[in-house]
T-cell receptor, first 111, second 115 residues
């Protein structure tokens, strides 16, 4: 069965610091992988997606994620956090006709 | 192209009343999903449709919940009768999953409060 695990339900970083949000998937075959962002009182917005092309995927707002098959990971990073990055981030996996969301990581940016 | 449209954006109702939430997916998308989001349970998939046909409703919490998709451009989620524990944000999303496009596009959500 497909599943996705996000390590850390809450992450706090200082403004200007590196953002690292962790996501691991369980699958014998690499699935399609996604990161979504949800700002307060809004719907989920697609941040980036991995579809078996380049392993390093660049998304909106300076975010990027690297697919590592050996680690079954798809961690989200941003070199320098901005106050506007404060939001809930969801990792998601798609394979076959199934689509699974992680439990989400709340990112707080400290000024 | 307009995104996924949901109405109403906010709904406040009394326990026992019927509630109907509406969704218009992105034109041309063949899959439609209904989700519920609460602080306690996070994001839950309730039901999804493929070409207007319900495929998996195992996430629908109780018989009080029902969903329909009479055509490719409209879907409803109905709660009858509503209860305070149904208070949540309900999201609709659509995708081109039938063409191998997994990414889902979400509407802004309907915030339901049942008093």
């Amino acid at each position: 069965a497909q599943s996705v695990t996000q390590l850390g339900s809450h992450v706090s970083v200082s403004e200007g610091a590196l953002v690292l949000l962790r996501c691991n998937y369980s699958s014998s075959v690499p699935p399609y992988l996604f990161w979504y962002v949800q700002y307060p009182n809004q719907g989920l917005q697609l941040l980036l997606k991995y579809t078996s092309a380049a392993t390093l995927v660049k998304g909106i707002n300076g975010f990027e994620a690297e697919f590592k098959k050996s680690e079954t990971s798809f961690h989200l990073t941003k070199p320098s956090a901005h106050m506007s990055d404060a939001a809930e981030y969801f990792c998601a996996v798609g394979k076959g006709n199934q689509f699974y969301f992680g439990t989400g990581t709340s990112l707080t940016v400290i000024p | 192209d307009a995104g996924v449209i949901q109405s109403p954006r906010h709904e406040v109702t009394e326990m026992g009343q019927e509630v109907t939430l509406r969704c218009k997916p992105i034109s041309g998308h063949d899959y439609l999903f209904w989700y519920r989001q609460t602080m306690m349970r996070g994001l839950e998939l309730l039901i999804y449709f493929n070409n207007n046909v319900p495929i998996d409703d195992s996430g629908m919490p109780e018989d009080r919940f029902s969903a329909k998709m009479p055509n490719a451009s409209f879907s409803t989620l109905k709660i009858q009768p509503s209860e305070p524990r149904d208070s949540a944000v309900y999201f609709c999303a659509s995708s081109l999953l039938g063409q191998g496009r997994y990414e889902q596009y979400f509407g802004p959500g309907t915030r339901l409060t049942v008093t």
